[in-house]
């Protein structure tokens, strides 16, 4: 999650928050948070159509984007009731998102191994009716019964 969306979270102002983990930069590894870099800033300003760099109302810095951990890590560094409740949801809702992915990954495992099983069929029943069928010899006509 981006820092100002936490920030709004947790009734903070953005700058209070960045403040907050500059000040604790010891317990949040690369795991837990990082920085856009700026190619990555600068997508992001034109995905959300954010003003251009320098304009006065536009965002000057790279945004601190948290997983989980940092999020969790972050209830214990601003320590107020209602980020704590923030972080326990938010941490829910990772939690979530990992077990549905996982059910749509053994989903997905599933129905490749069932294409590949139906493949099989489809190439066995092609085969089936792409072979001709063996001509019989039959005289034509009406045959006189041998005496």
């Known amino acids: 999650m981006v820092d100002s969306d936490l920030a709004a ?9 960045t403040q907050a983990v500059k000040r604790n930069m010891a317990r949040f590894s690369q795991d837990f948070m990082f920085q856009l870099s700026p190619e990555e800033f600068e997508n ?13 109302m536009g965002l000057c ?19 107020s009731q209602r ?17 549905v992915l996982a059910a749509n990954e053994e989903i997905a495992r599933k129905v490749a ?11 066995q029943v092609r085969a089936i009716l792409e072979t001709p069928e063996p001509r019989r010899k039959l005289p034509i006509g009406f045959a006189e019964p041998p005496d």
């Open 113 to 123: 191994q069932h294409d590949h099983e139906i493949g099989i069929l489809f190439d």
């Open 83 to 99: 980020t704590i409740e923030v972080s326990i949801s938010i941490v829910s809702a990772f939690i979530r998102l990992r077990q």
């Open 44 to 56: 992001w300003r034109s995905q959300i159509v954010i003003s251009k760099p320098g304009a006065k």
């Open 61 to 79: 810095y790279a945004p601190f984007a948290f997983t989980e951990h940092g999020v969790a890590m972050l209830s214990s560094v601003l320590r």
């Open 9 to 17: 979270l947790s009734g903070l102002a953005t700058r209070a928050l």
